[in-house]
């Protein structure tokens, strides 16, 4: 199974989004080269923050997610009402999570905060493996979005 070498994907990310401050074309960017550096990850993506306390799907790689989740429910609606990373080896032992795909067995969400340190959305990984996140994975994509999203 192929693992990310996560020095690697930090170059690759920073070289693509140099300059770039749409928040969309990042979210796309980052999106496309994090789901394609992993066999682990089955969805790839961020639901943005819209409204208060309301997430809507952003740029995305895999099946179908969830089109709106609020603050108040799943593991997305976590990580953006605490802003703290969600790390789930088991989705069905998770209270009140949203099962957008009937495959998924474990999940990692990460806060994405701005320059001001606001919650502007998640970055949502699915994997159809239990318990395949790590804390590695959790602290190397903080670090990626905070390189990215840190300076809008």
């Known amino acids: ?22 928040d969309v074309a990042l979210m796309a960017t980052v999106a496309c080269e994090v789901h394609h550096s992993d066999e682990r990850f089955n969805w790839t993506g961020f639901y943005r923050v819209v409204a208060p306390e309301l997430l809507k799907i952003g740029p995305y790689q895999g099946g179908h997610g969830c089109l709106q989740i609020p603050f108040s429910r799943g593991v997305c609606g976590a990580a953006a009402r605490t802003g703290e990373v969600q790390l789930v080896p088991d989705v069905d032992a998770f209270p009140g999570h949203i099962a957008c795909a009937s495959s998924t067995r474990s999940e990692l969400v990460l806060p994405v905060l701005n320059g001001a340190g606001e919650v502007i959305a998640v970055f949502d990984l699915d994997s159809d493996l239990p318990d395949a996140f790590t804390p590695e994975d959790a602290d190397a994509l903080t670090e990626i979005l905070k390189a ?5």
């Open 1 to 22: 199974m192929t693992r990310v070498d996560y020095a690697d994907l930090a170059r690759t990310i920073a070289a693509l989004t140099e300059g770039e401050t749409d």
């Open 148 to 152: 990215v999203f840190g300076r809008l």
